[in-house]
């Protein structure tokens, strides 16, 4: 079975059906990209899979590792291994980003039964996990995300995705704001982090991403359902002709 | 005996027999205030005549007074006839040598609220004089003060043992004229503490009293007083709590602080009283007077409270900064839930030159709560290069409670330097969502949240107490987003 697969997903936000129907999979190893006009439902695709509650599921299926994900509560899912990294990444004024970290990390542990880890072991790990995606150290001791930069806050996100080491990682929009010289920071992180058990889902606006990031599989959505998917080529499809050839076949 | 204090002595025996609240046996006197009741409290303290005089002008000085409508609270008047002003606890025939001769009942009260005394003083080397009610019922550590020459004593005490400095300074910084419930608790105080330490002397340890409401329908005037003589230095905990009562409780202390050349006084409250049910309902009214005053140069006062508990808080504890170089501290964190009301925040009044004051208030409110913070920073005339910080950060975390802020600022002197931050923030679903993305459960991203948005106070609590407010957080917030 698909490590992730969503079957006919619909989904409203104050009565209004923004998801109408979606169907993907992804199996492990595979880098999946989303992309899509401004309110074609990239975001809320997101948010539905982490179980944010302003979303109302109105049909439809998702599983993940077998299990069905849309029983869960947002921080099971994410001890059950998905993680989001967030477009707008949510400041916690006063909150050290070691210690909401460590809090995160252990409550997953405890969730699959393994060991907490300590203080000393688990600096250790940040202090890895920083250097390889280039992450200031000076961060870890700040209060998450209070005063970052659009940049740090974004590779904040894929600092604590190397941290929590997820099975799937939905990154939305990751590259929103960044400079060049960022965006290619984040996209290394993020290539670092693949591997053959760790599916990644990544939504994006633009092209440019996708060629730090090489997926596998691109979709693209319109108004709520995917009207094409096919290889990387799609993206460059894309970034020529614009979504107006997928508007009409929508239509 | 006079005709007065035999009606007086049947009364009190008639409510004698009538037996009481709690298992623990009173000494309650029927409701009701004149100058008899003052000269009965008294008289039961076995009080020098010019501390009766000094109660009896506050008396008539109060009546007076007019009730202080200003604050942003709203709640019925309060009939202070029906307010019964003394209950002691019964003394059997000596008082507890040690903590393990204390009434087992009370004992067990402590406990359940979490407060174990015999384990606060191995733990903490904590000197505990417990207030049950309006009385001193356990004192220690005594001996290890004494041999410094500090003084830490009920305040009945003091009276007693160490008049000269307790007329000295009793009423010289929250005189009884001051205002309506100060007046009141000047009349009526019935026990509190005393702290007195000596000229260049560092207190060994933290000195700590817990208060308790006890006996329904009757209120509490405490009085405490802290002397830090020039060069000497003090730490002062006070922690609170109230077992459940249906009727309102009225709860009227002042706390006075002195500090002389040189010399530091911190302060630190956790106030957890009863609240009140669902409705408001039986919650303690909190309108404590609390003020420091530095007069002396080179010295400090800092305040630090934590206040969760109590139907209505009205409480600004203050500074006066009269010596030169004094130094004046406020930090608040305040939590209203429930049906909730608190006005409250701190005055720095800079008299001296070079002096300045901090204030650092965050603010709570969930459920139906309501809470004002209300702070005044004056300059006056010949306080040359004073400055200010303050800081208000407000936290809602419902759509139905409400935070508010009035500060007032009043500069005198064109030199000073005054700063205000303020903030006003609503506890995210987002934040939320984002703690529980990363596997952290609901309750725990609330405390984590709150906890950092309080963290600038927590951290000037001593560590014991700092870990017990964080506590006192967790369980005060379960529940409360929404």
Redesign the interface.
């Known amino acids: 079975m698909a490590l992730l697969e969503i079957r006919n997903l619909h989904a409203q936000i104050q009565g209004v059906e923004i998801l109408k129907g979606i169907d993907l999979a992804i199996e492990r190893g595979e880098t999946h990209a989303i992309m899509g006009p401004n309110g074609s439902g990239k975001s809320t695709l997101a948010k539905v899979l982490a179980g944010d509650p302003s979303y109302e599921v109105t049909g439809g299926e998702v599983y993940f590792q077998d299990r069905n994900l849309l029983e869960l509560a947002p921080e099971d899912r994410a001890r059950e291994g998905v993680f989001l990294g967030f477009q707008y990444p949510v400041e916690i004024p006063g909150v050290s980003n070691t210690y909401f970290l460590k809090a995160a990390l252990n409550a997953i542990r405890k969730y699959r039964g393994e060991q907490e880890l300590d203080a000393m072991e688990f600096l250790q790990l940040i202090k890895e996990r920083a250097k390889s995606v280039k992450l200031d150290e000076a961060l870890l001791r700040r209060p998450v995300n209070d005063g970052f930069s659009g940049g740090e806050k974004k590779r904040n996100e894929i600092f604590q995705l190397a941290v929590l080491e997820p099975y799937l990682a939905i990154l939305d929009e990751t590259d929103s704001g960044l400079d060049i010289d960022a965006l290619r920071t984040v996209a290394d992180g993020v290539n670092s982090l693949r591997s053959e058990e760790r599916g990644f889902l990544v939504i994006t606006h633009y092209q440019r991403l996708l060629n730090y990031i090489i997926p596998d599989k691109v979709h693209v959505l319109l108004h709520g359902r995917i009207v094409k998917s096919g290889g990387k080529e799609l993206a460059e499809e894309l970034e020529e002709s614009g979504y107006a050839l997928f508007e009409e076949a929508a239509a | 005996m006079s005709a007065t204090t035999k009606t007086l002595e049947e009364l009190t025996n008639r409510k004698y027999e009538a037996g009481f609240i709690t298992d623990i046996e009173q000494d309650t006197v029927p409701p009701g205030l004149d100058e008899d009741i003052i000269r009965f409290i008294s008289e039961k303290k076995a009080e020098p005549e010019w501390m009766l005089e000094w109660r009896l002008k506050a008396y008539r000085n109060w009546l007076q007074m007019p009730v202080p409508q200003w604050a942003n609270v709203y709640y019925p008047p309060i009939d202070f006839q029906a307010i019964s002003y003394y209950s002691a606890p019964k003394r059997k025939e000596d008082m507890p040598q040690s903590l393990d001769e204390i009434d087992p009942k009370l004992k067990e009260t402590y406990d359940r609220l979490g407060i174990p005394l015999h384990e606060q003083e191995m733990l903490a080397g904590v000197a505990v004089d417990a207030v049950f009610d309006s009385v001193s019922v356990a004192t220690s550590y005594k001996a290890k003060l004494r041999e410094k020459g500090i003084i830490f004593c009920s305040m009945s005490e003091a009276i007693q043992e160490h008049p000269e400095l307790v007329r000295k300074y009793l009423g010289s910084v929250v005189p009884y004229t001051d205002n309506y419930y100060a007046g009141l608790n000047s009349a009526v105080f019935t026990d509190g503490s005393f702290v007195f330490i000596p000229k260049g002397v560092r207190c060994p340890m933290e000195l700590s009293t817990y208060f308790r409401i006890n006996a329904a329908n009757t209120g509490q005037f405490e009085r405490t007083l802290i002397i830090a003589e020039e060069g000497s230095h003090v730490s002062y905990l006070e922690g609170c709590t109230a077992p459940v009562r249906d009727e309102n409780q009225l709860h009227a202390a002042v706390v006075e602080l002195i500090a002389l050349d040189d010399a530091q006084v911190k302060y630190s409250t956790v106030q957890n009283w009863y609240p009140g049910d669902e409705e408001g309902r039986g919650g303690v009214y909190n309108f404590v007077t609390k003020r420091g005053l530095c007069a002396g140069n080179n010295s400090k006062i800092s305040w630090t409270q934590v206040e969760t508990g109590s139907a209505i808080t009205w409480k600004y504890p203050s500074c006066v900064l009269r010596g030169d170089n004094s130094v004046g501290e406020f930090y608040s964190v305040a939590v209203t839930r429930g049906r909730q009301q608190a006005d409250t925040g701190t005055k720095m009044i800079h008299m001296g030159k070079n002096t300045r004051s901090t204030i650092v208030s965050k603010g709570i409110s969930a459920g139906h709560g309501q809470q004002s913070y209300r702070g005044l920073v004056r300059i006056t005339p010949k306080a040359e290069n004073a400055r200010n910080y303050s800081q208000c950060d407000s936290m809602l975390m419902s759509a139905t409670c409400g935070a508010h802020t009035f500060p007032y600022i009043d500069v005198q002197n064109p030199t000073a330097q005054l700063e205000h931050e303020a903030t006003t923030s609503k506890i995210?679903?987002?934040?939320i969502?984002?703690?529980?993305?990363?596997?952290?459960?609901?309750e725990?991203a609330v405390s984590?949240?709150v906890?950092?948005?309080?963290?600038?106070v927590f951290r000037t609590l001593p560590m014991e107490f700092a870990v017990e407010a964080q506590k006192l957080m967790e369980i005060t917030l379960e529940d409360s987003v929404g």
């Open positions: 995210g679903e987002e934040q969502l984002y703690c529980n993305q990363r596997g952290i459960a609901t725990d984590l949240i906890n950092g948005f309080c963290k600038e």
